[in-house]
Nanobody, 122 residues
């Protein structure tokens, strides 16, 4: 079974950058982490899918973060990253990573990490 651990969150001023990491550990079969992605959940809001990346490196982004956030992965390290630039107070949320065999299985029932808090001050 795959476990996910996010890191890199913190308190930053508006306009700053942060890079989040998510390490997949445990019984990590390459196909079991075929798709990985980042979500966030702000207080009182639904969890929002931000970006996805496949093992082949294909990426996709939500309109809300396209051009500011960049997802990448290092297959050798079983790690994905989320580079977040020009952060805004509305980016304040708990950020989660998720994985699954495919994008479809990830979004419908993949494994979650425990989340990392990002707080952007104005």
């Amino acid at each position: 079974q795959v476990q996910l651990q996010e890191s890199g969150g913190g308190l930053v001023p508006a306009g700053a950058s942060l890079r989040l990491s998510c390490l997949a550990s445990g019984s990590v079969h390459p196909k079991a982490v075929g798709a990985m992605g980042w979500y966030r959940q702000a207080p009182g809001a639904q969890r929002e899918l931000l970006a996805t990346v496949t093992r082949a490196g294909n990426t996709n982004y939500a309109d809300s973060v396209r051009g500011r956030f960049f997802i990448s992965r290092d297959n050798a390290k079983n790690t994905i990253y989320l580079q977040m630039n020009n952060l805004k107070p509305e980016d304040t949320a708990v950020y989660y990573c998720r994985t699954g065999w495919t994008i479809a299985t990830m979004t419908s029932g993949g494994t979650w990490g425990q989340g990392t808090q990002v707080t952007v001050s104005s």
